[in-house]
């Protein structure tokens, strides 16, 4: 073939045309494995030349078309899940075209890979299950993880996602069901965020279950055990961070994901300073219902020093969001304990008061505040108390921010801030409609879950923003990666949610919106990490050297895109044969 070739090597354009990816693999085996397979955009040259010819339909087709074909049949589709079926099935026979149809339509299709239908797929993961996808590391293989990484087929991984499965979403204990947590946030590393498929490994930790659903169902697919939460399960995870940076180097970013609220905050003071390592659920989220803030901050023209906040639920997300409301108050002037003053939370047992009956974990300790005056028995009563310019529910107990909360907010505020994050909808503290329709237009509201559009009776339309995570852990994941830094200080989160709130505009502050839009979210997930890596940069923090002088152009650079390689040197991309795809 190659002598046959040879002699028009000279009609050949000067420059390359498109990437040259050099593979071992031939055949069928090609074509099996998602990284490689480009289904009908081979070429007939490749398809000579790789021993696949015959195996495909003869037509050539680029990568548009083949889009189409899944975005309309995507389409035709109703229920989520099934979407999230037919969606992971593409991912799992070519993942560039995978990647190439959630980004195409980011918005519609963010819901389905990622919250709620996640969710839901992961309440199904045994019953749904086609491949598997990540690593399940059990308890019954402490003593062997190192050989277990070993046995995950890339050598050059950068970012891992690990869960236990204790806490999914707002769903509770889901065992390894859990899997489809990792396998949806590293998806959205990809595509918000461009950093490269190969390098991103998803893991869950299986230590059992308490989950008694689970494990009556002989469809189950972990250990069929209560969760184990002796010295062991802290010595499985001790050995699981000690082997990923012993296979894949000391700056590898590990993120915790959905782990219940006692090991959360633990492993996170554990690991903070040893690893490179967050606790999306901890820190994205406060990150991210920051930037919320700090953007109805810039609609209200009243500075954060000045807002009271009270949070309906004091976990895991309440307090990782009082902590960098904190750390913003400070950066501002404030002290600590001026700061933590403005901070209250009410969570299942009452407001977080001193000398309570029920005890205060050491985390909450620095927002439990003495006794207000009056008697505080409900959310209610605990706003009327307050008084507070900001209400945040993160409890996921559902609609408790009722008509009444919300008219009071109203009352107390002429631009209420009423942030209700719980998921999925269905656990909302509010919807959309109630916010707007209750205040009468003047709330600025932002939600965990997708809320649709609301148009008043005046005709006023508000696009309810979504205080979503994925607006921080890619960009903050793109720039940790990029730049080397070993210990992620909370400093870099309040870094993110700054460059998050800068990118929304006056307009879209003016249509109610306090993130910019979802569509837009690979551009705002570049520019922050551009953001993060010239501030890790100018403190000190960064450990890749030589310090990149542009930093806008060296972050763009990296970031991967969705174009198909070629699998033939470029002296084969030769014109005169018009069914190349070069898409
Ligand atoms: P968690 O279990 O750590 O904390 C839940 C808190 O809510 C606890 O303090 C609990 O006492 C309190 N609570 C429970 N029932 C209550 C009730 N009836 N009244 C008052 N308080 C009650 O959970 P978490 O990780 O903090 O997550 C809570 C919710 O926030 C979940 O629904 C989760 O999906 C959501 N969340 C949203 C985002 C986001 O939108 N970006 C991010 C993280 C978490």
New binding site residues.
Partial sequence: MLSRLRPILSLRPPVPAYRWAHTKEKGKPLMLNPRTNKSMAFTLQERQMLGIQGLLPPKVETQDNQAMRFQRNLKKMKDPLEKYVYLMGIQERNERLFYRVLMDDIEELMPIVY?PTVGQACTQYGHIFRRPKGLFISIHDKGHIRSILDNWPETNVVAVVVTDGE?I??LGDLGVYGMGIPVGKLCLYTACAGIRPETCLPVVIDVGTDNETLLRDPLYMGLYQKRDRSQAYDDLIDEFMEAVVDKYGQDTLIQFEDFG?HN?FRLMWKYKEKYCTFND?IQ??AA??LAGLLAAQRAIGKPITEHRVLF???????LGIANLIVMAMMEKGMTQAEAREKIWM????GLLVKNRPQENDGNQEAFVHDCPPGNVQS?LDAVNTIKPSAIIG????GR?FTHDVIKAMGSLNEQPIIFA????TT?AECTAEDAYTLTNGRCLFA???PFDPVTLSDGRVFTPGQ???VYIFPGVALAVILSGVRHIQDIVFLEAAKALAEQVTDKELAEGRLYPPLSNIREVSVQMAVTVVEYVYAQGMAFHYPEPLEKNSFVRSTVWDTKYDSFLPDIYDWPGVNFNPKT
């Fill in positions: 919250t806490r979403l707002g609220n959360a659920d994205g989220t991210v219902a309906l639920g004091a976990g895991e997300a309440a009410y969570d299942e047992h959310f993160v409890s996921g107990a408790l994050l719980s998921n999925p656990k939600s965990g879950s205080g979503n995570n």
